[in-house]
């Protein structure tokens, strides 16, 4: 189906699950060769990242584990710029290396606080790998080291990023028509 109606919008179809895996692959296998020897943990940003963190993880062969937490900061279409913590960490970070697991970064205001929440607890490294990034929209630098797509200021749903909670399920990345 090429377009589609979730709540109010309309959406079009923009990336085929087919073209989003091959992005993934690309990036496991960014990982696998920088943290060759080592054994990164996995940190995995719910809801969003469910379907990216399940298929990057299919295809590292390096040892790895994964762990989540749970954050929000969206409500509908629009950034409501406060970031709360849902869920929190319970494993150590002392001396790991982390790769923060996000759907995409926007504003990057998720991903300033979590580096700086993340910073206290002595790992050490972090990077983040992101489905999507969104430069046009940053508000504050962050360092997007592994991001699969690159894409302009638009709201999109799929591939586990909801609108207003539905959509998630949806295999392929979809466009808001506006
Ligand atoms: P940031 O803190 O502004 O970078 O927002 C990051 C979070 O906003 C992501 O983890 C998503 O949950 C949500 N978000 C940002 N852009 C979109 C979008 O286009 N579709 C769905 N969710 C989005």
């Known amino acids: 189906m090429s377009t589609i109606k979730i709540h109010d919008k309309q959406f079009k179809l923009s990336i085929p699950q087919e073209d989003i895996e ?3 692959i690309r990036v496991s296998e960014a990982i696998n060769r920088d943290y060759k020897g080592k054994r990164p943990i996995l940190l995995g940003v719910l809801n969003g990242c469910f379907m990216f ?8 062969t390096i040892e790895c584990e994964i762990s989540f937490v749970k954050l929000s900061s969206y409500q509908g279409t629009a950034t409501t710029g406060v970031i709360k913590e849902v869920i929190g960490l319970s494993e150590s970070l002392t001396g790991r290396d982390v790769i923060i697991v996000e759907d995409i970064v926007d504003t990057g205001l998720t991903m300033q606080r979590m580096m700086e929440s993340l910073g206290t607890r002595e790992p050490a490294s972090i990077e983040i790998a992101s489905l999507f990034l969104k430069p046009e929209r940053l508000q504050v630098p962050v ?3 592994y991001s699969a797509f690159t894409i302009p200021d638009r709201f999109i749903v ?5 609108y207003d909670g539905l959509g998630r399920n949806l ?6 028509v506006e």
Request: proline share 4%; no cysteine; charged share 25%.
């Open 171 to 176: 295999p392929n990345i979809y466009d808001v």
């Open 22 to 24: 091959k992005e993934i």
């Open 53 to 60: 963190a399940s298929k990057l993880m299919q295809h590292l």
């Open 158 to 162: 799929g591939y586990g990023l909801d």
């Open 143 to 145: 360092n997007v080291k």
